[in-house]
């Protein structure tokens, strides 16, 4: 009919506009990556390309290499620091990235689920460990932040039951002296308590903005940005650096944490895994800004 848009041709227009923005995007990657990424996440860096030291992990060698590197890694403080990407995130939608962010060897790897599927979790290193046994081990720490759609979506799409989750977004609320009613979002976490010099706060705001003009409908870019290949710099810097300043927030949280509060956070972050697995879990809405029951 005259005056309407199909279906359709809206998601193509939507992709044309996501397509645009990439090409803006990777048209100003140089100088994107000389005034934005030597600095990422209190990581110190050289004056390399960000590439150098954020490695995309999308072959099954690859992985085996990667899972090599995780053999002996110490559990205190957690070594693993992790965080998903995709569109939709959920059971409803799908996983394309999952960002591993190793605190001793100052690597962080974007493994590409989107390419490798199940293959992403079931390739083993040499001693025979796959990234699924490392995330259902209750003996390896792991460090998510709001562990609960990322929980849903493994759960639902690849049969990976969480197990050993430190969860940040419930430490911060642990070490609060004010109304813990409410939690907080990253973003907030990241300004109010990882103390950024004025250069990294502008580094991770401009990286982070670069990144959401890509993939939020709203500027008009597309979630399926996550699921193009190759994945564009600008794409891969806002995958890597929130993972690599979650050491920092672990650090700051857990230096406050008193031994009972400790215990609670790790019982709640337990109770957010197995909700994630439930047939009614909802991921959206205000219910998920409400702390845990008793806490408040």
Known sequence: M?????????????????????????????????????????????????????????????????????????????????????????????????????????R??????????????????????????????DGIPKVFFDVRNDSDALYSHFNISLAGVQDLQLMELATRTFSKRFVNGLSRCIERDVCLSVQELAAWKAVKDAGVKLFA???????????????????????????????RLWSHYSSRMSPAWTMKVHRASKERVALSQTANYNGKGPHKALAPPGWY
Do not use: W
Request: aromatic content about 4%.
């Open 217 to 247: 409908p709203e500027y008009g870019g597309s979630y399926k940005v996550f699921a193009k290949r190759p994945l564009c710099d600008a794409i891969k810097l806002y995958c890597a650096q929130d993972v690599q300043i979650l050491p």
């Open 2 to 106: 005259c005056g309407t848009v199909s279906k359709e041709h809206q998601e193509s227009r939507n992709l044309t506009m996501a397509d645009s923005v990439v090409a803006e995007a990777n048209n100003a990657t140089d100088h994107l990556l000389s005034t934005v990424t030597k600095s990422l996440g209190g990581i110190s860096v050289d004056d390399t390309a960000a590439g150098d030291m954020v490695e995309m992990v999308d072959t099954a060698a690859a992985l085996s290499k990667m899972l090599d590197g995780l053999d002996g890694v110490p559990t205190q403080p957690p070594s693993l620091y992790f965080d998903l990407e995709g569109e939709s995130l959920s059971r409803h939608g799908s996983i394309s990235i999952l960002q591993l962010h190793v605190l001793p060897s100052k």
């Open 108 to 137: 962080t790897y974007l493994v590409d689920v989107h390419t490798l599927q199940h293959t992403a979790f079931s390739t083993c290193g040499k001693n025979g460990r796959s990234l699924k046994e490392i995330l259902e081990c």
